[in-house]
């Protein structure tokens, strides 16, 4: 009788992540601290391999899923591939606007952020055929907020992009004070 109970929820639960989806996802591991949710593509921008051996990452297959993930603070991994999914009104609102925010495949981060998620981030023009973006990775983060001013960090890393790097790069913004302007990412590259 266990034993059905235990199959029958753990049926559920991968229905759950895996319907109506052709993309890799895996539960979120129980008993792991959550510190990304990365909501993956078909052919996710790092791979299913590299991304099992990190279990406080927890792939997602669907916006859906996405939302409905842990809602400590975490970091939020997008691939450029399904960015289009994602409903930037529900990026904009708390808790998740305070979230690091990370998008997997363009280094060039003004691109990935502004032009192909669709964030509503001031800036130049910029004639994109002139300057295609770069592959990579791209962070934003909301440093501090007034009521009347913004301070964020954007960044691009034009580097292949790993689990391993990004969780350095988020845990680290996710362990920041609210309020504190030091540079990310100084890490050396892999």
């Not at 297959?61 to 409905?68: G, I, K, N, P, Y």
């Not at 990370?102 to 004639?127: K, N, Q, S, W």
Request: net charge negative; glycine share 6%; aromatic share 8%.
């Amino acid at each position: 009788m266990k034993a059905a109970m235990i199959l029958a929820v753990t049926s559920a639960l991968v229905a759950t992540c895996s319907a109506g989806s052709s993309q890799p996802s895996r539960p979120c591991a129980e008993g792991t601290p959550v510190r990304a949710l990365y909501l993956t593509a078909p052919q996710p921008g790092i791979s299913p391999n590299e991304l099992a051996s990190y279990p406080e990452v927890c792939v997602v297959a669907d916006f859906e899923q996405l939302q409905s993930a842990p809602t400590s603070p975490v970091a939020i991994w997008i691939d450029q591939a399904v960015a289009h999914e994602v409903d930037v009104n529900w990026l904009q609102d708390p808790p998740q606007r305070y979230y690091p925010l990370v998008l997997v495949g363009y280094g060039t981060a003004l691109y990935a952020f502004r032009e192909h998620l669709g964030l509503p981030i001031g800036g130049p023009a910029v004639d994109w055929s002139l300057e295609a973006p770069k592959a990579g990775f791209s962070v934003w983060f909301i440093a501090d907020e007034t009521a009347d001013s913004q301070s964020a960090i954007m960044e691009g890393y034009q580097e292949a992009p790993t689990a391993r790097r990004i969780l350095e790069i988020t845990d680290e913004l996710l362990d920041r004070e609210p309020g504190r302007q030091t540079p990310i990412g100084s890490y050396p590259p892999e």
